[in-house]
């Protein structure tokens, strides 16, 4: 079984990060912008045939951005 249970629990910790950081409307954007942007490369490389995990969403909530971003493993 994979473990897409770490990919929601960093998903749900960069939304809380992000949201205490700049409330609701910058965590809604900015965690939409990076899903897209993530989702991308992992639809695009399962297109292709290359394996790839879900992204991995890094929350950093002692920042002005509350988050790292995200990278997925291809």
Not at 10 to 34: C, E, H, N, R
Not at 48 to 67: M, V
């Amino acid at each position: 079984m994979r473990r897409t249970w770490i990919n929601i629990l960093l998903f749900v910790l960069t939304v809380v990060s992000t949201w205490l950081t700049g409330g609701p409307g910058y965590s809604i954007a900015i965690m939409l912008i990076l899903l897209g942007h993530e989702l991308g490369h992992y639809f695009m490389s399962r297109r292709h045939g290359i394996r790839a995990t879900l992204p991995y969403f890094l929350p950093f909530p002692l920042s002005p951005f509350g988050t790292f971003g995200a990278v997925i493993r291809m």
